[in-house]
């Protein structure tokens, strides 16, 4: 494959040439030095829009740094490429199509021409069918066939049509209809599917099958086995149509499944599946919260597009979240980032994350198609905070390799109970500092430690984090915030001149999967690698 060629190359902008020497000065400085120079530091390195408040003082990076990198992007060309996104150019260039993801939360009126077609009226006609339908389910008008109120809904579906809506129900529990239960159906195992449904009723339960495709075959598998789960109670075909309802783009194979085209909800191309939760997609968001908190939460979305949009870069929250990945990625060697929220209702938001981050940037090739020159998408990884205190946070602190972090907290919590969530919030703040600041060998003697063990207890700091805060986690935040990671990750993706938006990675597996299958259920002659034939022949002889 070509490598990037000279010249073009991202290690060959004068901004990444300088940034390279600039790293060598810096790299030796202490955060507490770079706090020590600066008494006003840890306010001015803070930048605030539509609720979120980001101090990135604690970043290994000085004002230098950040002129240099606003540069990069500069150079990079980050303006024009966001301005492309916006306008509906075809930026997901190896699938030829635009990336639209900020058309689903246009308000009203707004407008955007993809092939010669404005497409927010087309979101607001999908938009409106979704209220009416969810108010129908919501209020009991919509009944199961044999007349009872629907009180079960099982979203089936995988990534990206899975990841956002499992972690935005979580996310939104606290404003969610609490006489209904939520399901998430998704992995190919039968054990996932079993367990969802066992103990509900099938004349209570409505299914949401999720796929933009409509062929993938673990939702394809799973939605077979919801059909003949809710018939061996209901016994009559045109049950389907009031306990299934489809969202997809693909009308055909929906039909052949047996959903009425009219309880389809459409979405477009131009969506991607780990960008499609505020699309129809969010359908089982919308039926937990309702058509006014989900509309809240597009308004969310819709206020960080902005800011994405006209803010300059030393303000920007997403471009600086962004550059600072770069930053650590290549230049400090860091592989992985921490997501660590210290909210509960946000315990699935680093996994949905891992997706829109891995997914969108982990890539080798440039959009010329030539091998990328520089490391590109961290892995990205969390828990909610304190938990992860009490297991991966020893790493964090004193293991050997550098973890940027991203602590996220609220001003207030939805269940204030006695001191929670002060002791919560003292946590943020404690660990942010302990990893930026540590313990210095004299500290720890000062404290009466043995001199044997005072190499153990020494914390050296100087690791980098983030702190976002926010008033609380309403369903407006909770876009705002996934818009935050979602431009961060394209702020990236425009520096690294990849393409953020396939995942042909993904494709490889699903053919050899289904290949295997057949021979799993067969007795052909196999023709793989000798460990592969010898695993397939093992699983025959055993199952
Ligand atoms: C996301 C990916 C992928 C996709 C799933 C489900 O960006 O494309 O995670 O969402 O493979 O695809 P369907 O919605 O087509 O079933």
């Not at 993904?506 to 021979?519: S, W």
């Amino acid at each position: 494959m070509v490598t990037e060629s000279q010249g073009t190359a991202l290690f060959d902008r004068e901004a990444w040439k300088a940034l390279t020497a600039h790293h060598e000065e810096l790299e030796g400085k202490q955060l507490k030095e770079l706090f020590a120079a600066d008494p006003a530091r840890g306010t001015r390195y803070t930048a605030e829009a539509a609720g979120l408040f980001l101090d990135y003082s604690k970043n290994r990076v000085d004002d230098t740094t950040l002129k240099l990198l606003m540069q990069l992007a500069e150079e990079c060309g980050l303006k024009d490429k966001i301005e492309a996104m916006f306008r509906g150019d075809k930026i997901n260039v190896t699938e030829g199509r635009a990336v639209l993801h900020v058309a689903l939360r246009a308000p009203r009126g707004e407008s955007i021409v993809v092939d010669g077609q404005d497409v927010v009226p087309e979101v607001h006609q999908v938009l409106d069918k979704m209220s009416g339908f969810a108010d129908k389910v919501r209020s009991g008008e919509w009944k199961g066939f044999t007349g009872k109120r629907i009180k079960n809904v099982v979203n089936i579906g995988i990534g990206g049509s899975d990841l956002g809506p499992v972690m935005a129900y979580e996310a939104l529990r606290h404003y969610s209809d609490r006489e209904k239960t939520f399901r998430f159906v998704s992995n190919v195992d039968g054990t996932d599917f079993v367990e969802a449904v066992r103990d509900l009723n099938a004349d209570e339960t409505l299914f949401l099958v999720a796929s933009k495709t409509f062929t993938t075959q673990e939702t394809m598998t799973n939605a077979h086995s919801a059909r003949e789960w809710a018939l061996a109670t209901l016994k009559d075909d045109a049950a389907i149509a009031k306990h299934f309802v489809a969202i997809s783009t693909n009308a055909k194979e929906v039909a052949k499944f047996g959903i009425d085209t009219e309880n389809m909800f459409g979405f477009w191309d131009w969506v991607g599946g780990r960008y499609s939760m505020d699309s129809a997609i969010g359908l089982s968001t919308m039926l937990a919260i309702g058509p006014d908190q989900f509309r809240e939460m597009l308004a969310g979305f819709h206020a960080m597009d902005v800011h994405f949009r006209t803010t300059p870069f030393a303000q920007n929250l997403p471009v600086l979240l962004g550059l600072l990945t770069v930053w650590y990625t290549d230049f400090f060697d860091a592989q992985t980032m921490a997501i660590l929220p210290y909210e509960q209702y946000l315990k699935r938001f680093p996994a949905y994350l891992q997706q829109l981050t891995m997914e969108s940037n982990g890539k080798h090739v440039t959009l010329e198609g030539a091998h990328v020159s520089t490391e590109t998408g961290p892995i990205y990884w969390g828990e909610p905070g304190t938990n992860g205190q009490h297991s991966f946070y020893q790493l964090i602190h004193q293991g050997t390799r550098l973890i940027p972090c991203d602590f996220i907290g609220f001003f207030k919590s939805l269940n204030p109970l006695g001191r929670h969530h002060d002791m919560l919030m003292a946590n943020v703040f404690a660990q942010a500092e302990a990893l930026a600041f540590g313990k210095t060998a004299e500290q720890v003697k000062a404290e009466g430690t043995a001199d044997w063990l005072v190499p153990h207890r020494v914390f050296e700091g100087n690791r980098p984090s983030n702190v976002i805060l926010a008033e609380e986690l309403t369903p407006k935040l909770l876009g705002t915030l996934v818009a935050l990671y979602e431009h961060s990750v394209f702020t990236q993706g425009a520096i690294w001149n990849i393409d953020s938006f396939d995942q042909w990675g993904v494709e490889l597996g699903k053919v050899l999967a289904t290949r295997i299958l057949g021979e799993l259920e067969g007795d052909a002659a196999l023709t793989h690698d000798t460990s592969t034939n010898a695993l397939i022949e093992r699983y025959r002889k055993n199952k």
